[in-house]
Structure formats: structure tokens, C-alpha cells
């Protein structure tokens, strides 16, 4: 007896220590920073760009209460304060293949219920990537309601333009707006759109890691073009005025979406052939095509993205896409918290700054790509 409570209690420590220790440690491994607590060359009117904004972090996905600031990860409120950033996208991420790569993956593997289990989260999200898709939802919304009105979650042109008044007389005022990554997450229903618009999402990409039943991921192991489903989709999101976001979409999918929908499109985080040729990149062509559908692209933070560790390597790819296709196409889209290690976390925006003036952007061009087009863009494309 003696004997199965010492085994028993073994396990019990072992349980809890996993729970209590296991997320955190998943976290901090996944999401580092190379250059933190940077000191850079000070751009004395940073402060004075009124809209910074980002298309894409995956911050959600992780137990962290995004009104404190936290020494793990790259993105809360507190850090987006420092750093001037009006405004990040929050994205969904619901279901990652184990051994991710960015050349051949399928869904048969999910680590993201292992994490969900590992979070304690409740327990339809172990089984239901619909569920735990919407509880991320959720939890951007619940840390809007405990802001105490720092921090708004926008879903219309008209909370925008509000959101972007009230800023004017307090730069201490943050916004998100939430998007997918991947729309598995539907578990193949279009009707489920309905449910993550009134969630707030207003941008969806079709894929992730894997192809699904909407269509190809760059990353998949079909990598095939737009299904039938794919397309009701389509016709289902341009109805509720849902932007279509390309990234990781495979070259057929890319194309065949173009050729498909009338709706506004961008690539919320990815980097271009052109500086770092690798699968996860966009070719010459897919930019022009971008460009004549007055897109966003969201350019990242991480080595995959612009072969390079910091904000130079960022800021050529930027410099590569304002040639191409307009300097009013270019964002930032770092994925931040994404599994990745990122140059920076948001607090080393101003690096970025400081390159693109070497770089040659005037003081204007560089407050659109840091976020006016961004703003610009939403303003034109969210619902009314």
C-alpha cells in the first residue's frame, strides 16, 4: 500500500509539473528573439508616426494575459505601448502538423491539441479545432473587456475611423482585429464562416501547414488549386465582406483565387523570392499579381522569410516589393509569436525605421509601410 501511494503521488507531482511548466517551456523554446533589449539609434520622430501596425501574430495561441508585459514571446499591450504600434492582427492558429517543415506536410498530426491538453484548456478544444479557434477568439475579446478601454478589438470601418479619432489625444490606446490561419478550422462547413464573422475575424486564409477541403498549401503534399468547397468559401466570405489572405497558399491555389474572387486580397506575413528564394516566398509574378489587385504584403521578421537576423534583411524585402509594385502595397507582417525566432519583438520596431531611411524611403514612405497602408487598406475593405 505504502508502495502504490508513493507511485500515485510521483504521479501526481509529475502531472503538475507538466501542466504548471510544460506551456511555458513550449513557449519560450518556439518563440525566441535574437536582438533583445536592443539599443538603437534613436529616430526622434518615431513617436510622431501615427499609425504602426502589423498583419500577423499568432500570439493567442499561447497562456500569456496580453495586458501585462511578459518576458516571453514578442507581442502585448505593454510592448505595443512602447513601441507605438496602434494596431495588430491577431491571427488563429488551430492546428499544426508535427515535424512542420515548409515543403511537404499533412493533417494526420495535431499538435496544437497536445498544447490545447497542456494548457488545460476545456476539453472540447482537445477534439475540436472549430472550438479552440473560437476560445482564442474569445480571449482577444475578453482582454478588451479588462482593458479598461486601452485596448479595442475592431471589426468595421466605422470602429476604425473611431478607434483612429480617439488615438489622435491618446497614442496610449492599442486596437487588434482577429484573423485565421487556415480554414480547416471551418471543419469544412462554409456556414461556419457566420460564426467567426460575428466572432470578429475579418481575414481568412484558406491554408495553413496542410492542404484541407477548401484547397493546396504551399506546404502540403497535393498542393492543389482551389476545390469547389474552396470556392463557396470564396463566394461566402466576399458576401460578408471577409479579406482573403494568401499566405501559404500554394502557386495553384494563389492563382486560381485570384482568377476566382472579386475580393480585396493580401499576404499577411511572408518574404519574397527575389531577396530569399525558398518554397515559403513570393515569386516575381505572384507580387505583380498582388500589385494589379491593389493588395497588402505583409512582409516578416524571421530568418525564412528574408534570410536574414535583422532589420536590414526586413527592410530589403520591403525595399524589393515598394519597387515592384508601389511602395503604398508593402506592410509589415512579422509573425510574431508564431513558433518562429523572431529578429526583434515589436519593441524593436524603430530598428526598422532607422533602416528604411538608410534605405532611401522618405519620412511619408516609411510611416505608410509601417502602417499606414495598413490602415488605409482597412478602411477601404472592412465591412461598413
Known amino acids: ?67 501585462k508585459r511578459s518576458k516571453d514571446g514578442h507581442v502585448d499591450i505593454p510592448r505595443m505601448q512602447q513601441a507605438n504600434a496602434a494596431f495588430q492582427v491577431f491571427t488563429i492558429v488551430s492546428k499544426t502538423p508535427r515535424g512542420i517543415n515548409i515543403e511537404n506536410n499533412t493533417d494526420k498530426t495535431d499538435q496544437i491539441a497536445l498544447l490545447s491538453f497542456a494548457q488545460l484548456k476545456p476539453i472540447q478544444d482537445w477534439f475540436s479545432i472549430k472550438a479552440r479557434a473560437l476560445h482564442q477568439c474569445e480571449q482577444l475579446h475578453r482582454f478588451a473587456k479588462q482593458s479598461n478601454g486601452i485596448f479595442r478589438v475592431i471589426t468595421s470601418q ?118 530569399c528564394n525558398n518554397t515559403r516566398n513570393l515569386s516575381d509574378t505572384q507580387i505583380d499579381a498582388i500589385g494589379k489587385r491593389n493588395g497588402l504584403i505583409g512582409i516578416g521578421l524571421w530568418e525564412t522569410a528574408v534570410c536574414g537576423t535583422d532589420a536590414a534583411a526586413t527592410a530589403r524585402a520591403m525595399r524589393y516589393v515598394a519597387n515592384r509594385i508601389g511602395v503604398d502595397k508593402v506592410a509589415l507582417g512579422s509573425d510574431f509569436d508564431g513558433a518562429i525566432t523572431a529578429s526583434y519583438d515589436i519593441t524593436g520596431f524603430p530598428a526598422i525605421v532607422n533602416v528604411l531611411l538608410n534605405e532611401g524611403f522618405s519620412r511619408n514612405e516609411t510611416g505608410q509601410m509601417m502602417g499606414g497602408n495598413i490602415r488605409d487598406f482597412l478602411l477601404k475593405n472592412l465591412p461598413q
Open 1 to 67: 500500500m505504502k508502495i502504490l501511494y508513493t507511485v500515485l503521488l510521483l504521479i501526481a507531482v509529475v502531472a503538475i509539473a507538466f501542466f504548471l511548466l510544460a506551456p511555458g517551456i513550449a513557449e519560450r523554446s518556439m518563440n525566441k528573439t535574437i536582438h533583445r533589449n536592443i539599443i538603437m539609434q534613436p529616430v526622434n520622430w518615431y513617436d510622431s508616426i501615427p499609425f504602426i501596425a502589423d498583419l500577423h501574430c499568432d500570439a493567442l495561441l499561447w497562456n500569456r494575459n496580453l495586458l
Open 158 to 275: 466605422k470602429e476604425l475611423k473611431k478607434f483612429i479619432l480617439d488615438r489622435n489625444t491618446n497614442h496610449q490606446l492599442t486596437a487588434g482585429m482577429l484573423g485565421i490561419e487556415g480554414a480547416h478550422c471551418l471543419e469544412g462547413n462554409v456556414k461556419n464562416v457566420d460564426t467567426f464573422f460575428n466572432a470578429g475575424v475579418r481575414y481568412i486564409g484558406l491554408t495553413h501547414f496542410f492542404d484541407n477541403d477548401f484547397g493546396g498549401s504551399a506546404h502540403g503534399v497535393i498542393k492543389g488549386g482551389l476545390t469547389e468547397k474552396g470556392k463557396l468559401l470564396i463566394d461566402k466570405m466576399q458576401e460578408k465582406h471577409i479579406i482573403i489572405d494568401l499566405a501559404h497558399a500554394s502557386p495553384q491555389l494563389f492563382d486560381e483565387i485570384l482568377q476566382y474572387a472579386t475580393a480585396p486580397v493580401i499576404v499577411s506575413h511572408t518574404g519574397v523570392k527575389g531577396t
